[in-house]
């Protein structure tokens, strides 16, 4: 039996109402029982400011459904404490800076560069932001997106405010399997960080 969030698809941009279509998040908030809106309150505002770039960055209906509306239901139920936002908005820094930018990289066949930014150490903090804006800055200086990114990150940008910017690398390589990079991108945040320590920040 076909579920009924499958027979809606999904559309570019926001929507005043229900009947005229819903993006990816205004879908989230019509599943979570909530008011139409594309910032659900149940929903991880870093995730929710991605998946609003990734849906309106598709290029079609058709691969707003393939790639994003299976993803819909994980994104429910996502928002959690300031540190997990912190944690994802370095999870988009790390997928953008290695395995992102290298895609784009590679279509350009530049393998060397894309290997070299392949092997930069996981982003995870500061620290590893800047190692990675160096690396950047040898070996892909033309990613203004990705710079402008990795910046954001280490001048501590609220994440939400920043993550979008990575589509703009999916967008400039404009293929299938960017777009599905993309994807798998936003499933990982759906179901990361892991819970908080003990004595993590709590929405402060």
Not at 20 to 27: F, L, S
Not at 104 to 131: F, T, Y
Request: hydrophobic content about 45%.
């Amino acid at each position: 039996m076909m579920r009924l969030h499958d027979q809606f698809p999904l559309r570019r941009g926001a929507h005043d109402r229900r009947s005229d279509g819903m993006c990816a998040m205004e879908m989230v908030s019509w599943l979570a029982g909530e008011e139409h809106s594309d910032e659900p309150e149940c929903a991880c505002p870093v995730i929710a400011a991605y998946v609003r770039a990734v849906n309106d960055g598709m290029p079609t209906d058709q691969a707003r459904d393939h790639w994003l509306r299976p993803l819909v239901p994980q994104f429910v139920n996502t928002r959690g404490t300031i540190a997990d936002e912190r944690r994802r908005g370095f999870l988009v820094a790390d997928a953008l800076v290695r395995t992102l930018v290298p895609h784009l990289l590679d279509k350009r066949k530049l393998g060397d560069e894309a290997a070299a930014l392949r092997a930069v150490p996981e982003i995870s903090d500061c620290e590893s932001a800047r190692a990675a804006l160096r690396a950047l800055d040898h070996w892909a200086r033309d990613q203004h997106a990705a710079r402008w990114v990795l910046q954001r990150a280490i001048d501590g940008l609220e994440p939400a405010r920043f993550v979008a910017g990575a589509v703009q690398v999916v967008r400039r390589a404009g293929d299938a399997q960017a777009w599905q990079l993309a994807a798998e991108l936003a499933a990982m945040l759906a179901h990361a960080p892991a819970p908080a320590a003990s004595g993590d920040d709590l929405r402060n």
